[in-house]
């Protein structure tokens, strides 16, 4: 039988059971936060353009989408997608029941928390195209593929950027 | 004795809805003024006139054409006007109708349409007076929850993502919004440019009722085997494992 360690890292997928509003999406990212243990955290879901992207009105701007900016753990950002999907690696299995607690806190309604390994470790052929040698190995899974340019955020105790083009 | 066409078997309530659609025998649950429906197509302005490809049938001079004395035709078609679409996102989370559903609706019941069936959408083109009045009729029926269901004629992402906090289908473009009061506006066309003004679309089913008239089978909801457990599975799935085995056996020849 093998144990396993209650040391190592742990990755974590919450997918609550609707998608979430940005006031919703920073409650809950704000639980998480509070929770600590946090090594890296994506957030995914559908793109939210800022303009109509083809048809008859492309090029129209979509207000809705604009400037959705939520506040986590004293640091703004804006939003770019719909949140639908909170990918997280905690430090080590402590901080489990406390994040479980975090989203009973801020969802009002249910959520699934699986376990599993959700970030790639080696980088891909995309990675090594866009970045070259990956220093800091944590930016690993992190990145959209399929986005022109990188799209990332990094939610860290010195800054918060996020890059993100025009579309 | 006169034909009675039966569209659909099973007595599920899903079954039942499925038949109700088919035979065009719905309930009307709300009257959405026609201006504002054409305002959502976006394909004239409300009031303006009707473009048109071909001039009236009637100074045309058809051919002698027994086909054409024996079928009426349906007045777009007579007055010459061009081809338009709508295209609908029903959500599978128990939107009332499915993709499939509306394109029986919509082949069985409109004359001089053509529907056409996609994964997570559904398009139904006809002459531009015929398809004005035939998505009135969507829209003003229980065929269409205003907040499962809406009119996408690009970007039509969201029938098979899950619902927004509040219950509505998600769009990227945000062509529909719920209101303070709980009525659903339309505040975009259906290719996503803004309205002039927002169109009360009025209030969202609420979720037992859309499970009540949804066409959808899914497991959380009624499947298609029927009640988990009976002893016999409902004849909806009978007669689909049965017109699978004739299918694959000899190529669906009833004989």
């Given at each position: 039988m093998v144990t396993e360690s209650d040391t190592e890292s742990i990755q974590v997928e919450i997918t609550p059971q609707r998608y979430l509003m940005p006031a919703t999406a920073q409650k809950l990212l704000?639980?998480?936060?509070?929770?600590?243990?946090?090594?890296?955290?994506?957030?995914?879901?559908?793109?939210?353009?800022?303009?109509?992207?083809?048809?008859?009105?492309?090029?129209?701007?979509?207000?809705?989408?604009?400037?959705?900016?939520?506040?986590?753990?004293?640091?703004?950002?804006?939003?770019?997608?719909?949140?639908?999907?909170?990918?997280?690696?905690?430090?080590?299995?402590?901080?489990?029941?406390?994040?479980?607690?975090?989203?009973?806190?801020?969802?009002?309604?249910?959520f699934q928390i699986r376990r599993g390994k959700f970030f790639h470790s080696r980088p891909t052929v995309s990675d090594y195209a866009k970045f070259g040698n990956v220093e800091d190995k944590r930016i690993l899974g992190l990145i959209d593929p399929k986005a022109k340019k990188e799209r990332l955020a990094i939610l860290s105790e010195e800054k918060v950027t996020v890059e993100d083009e025009e579309r | 004795m006169a034909y009675k066409p039966q569209f659909y078997p099973g007595s599920t309530s899903v079954g039942i809805n499925r038949r109700k659609h088919m035979s065009g025998n719905i309930d009307k649950l709300r009257d959405i003024p026609e201006a504002d429906v054409v305002a959502i197509m976006g394909h004239r302005a409300p009031g303006a006139d009707y473009a048109s490809t071909h001039p009236p049938l009637k100074e045309m001079g058809e051919p002698d054409c027994p086909v054409r004395q024996l079928v009426a035709p349906t007045a777009g078609a007579a007055a010459g006007d061009r081809v338009r679409y709508s295209q609908w996102t029903d959500s599978m989370y128990f939107a009332p109708s499915i993709p499939y559903f509306r394109s029986y609706w919509?082949?069985?019941?409109?004359?001089?349409?053509?529907?056409?069936?996609?994964?997570?959408?559904?398009?139904?083109?006809?002459?531009?007076?015929?398809?004005?009045?035939?998505?009135?009729?969507?829209?003003?029926?229980?065929?269409?929850?205003?907040?499962?269901?809406?009119?996408?004629?690009?970007?039509?992402?969201?029938?098979?993502?899950?619902?927004?906090?509040?219950?509505?289908?998600?769009?990227?473009?945000?062509?529909?919004?719920?209101?303070?009061?709980?009525?659903?506006?339309?505040?975009?066309?259906?290719?996503?440019?803004?309205?002039?003004?927002?169109?009360?679309?009025?209030?969202?089913?609420?979720?037992?009722?859309?499970?009540?008239?949804?066409?959808?089978?899914?497991?959380?909801?009624?499947?298609?085997?029927?009640?988990?457990?009976?002893?016999?599975?409902?004849?909806?799935?009978?007669?689909?494992?049965?017109?699978?085995?004739?299918?694959?056996?000899?190529g669906y020849r009833p004989e």
């Open positions: 704000n639980e998480i936060y509070a929770n600590g243990g946090i090594i890296r955290i994506m957030i995914h879901g559908p793109n939210l353009p800022r303009s109509v992207p083809y048809g008859p009105g492309r090029g129209t701007p979509i207000d809705e989408n604009r400037d959705l900016i939520i506040e986590v753990g004293g640091q703004a950002f804006e939003l770019s997608v719909k949140v639908g999907r909170i990918r997280l690696e905690l430090e080590n299995e402590k901080y489990m029941s406390g994040l479980r607690a975090a989203c009973e806190r801020a969802l009002p309604f249910t | 919509g082949a069985i019941n409109c004359k001089g349409c053509d529907p056409g069936t996609l994964s997570g959408r559904q398009i139904i083109e006809a002459r531009e007076r015929d398809i004005e009045d035939y998505t009135k009729a969507q829209y003003d029926s229980e065929v269409t929850d205003v907040a499962l269901c809406s009119m996408r004629g690009c970007t039509v992402h969201g029938h098979s993502l899950r619902l927004e906090e509040n219950g509505m289908q998600f769009d990227m473009l945000a062509r529909t919004e719920m209101g303070a009061d709980g009525n659903v506006y339309a505040v975009k066309d259906q290719v996503g440019i803004p309205l002039d003004k927002k169109i009360n679309l009025g209030k969202a089913m609420s979720e037992a009722e859309a499970k009540k008239r949804t066409t959808i089978f899914r497991f959380d909801g009624v499947p298609m085997g029927g009640k988990v457990g009976e002893r016999k599975f409902d004849e909806a799935i009978e007669m689909t494992h049965h017109m699978w085995e004739r299918r694959s056996k000899w």
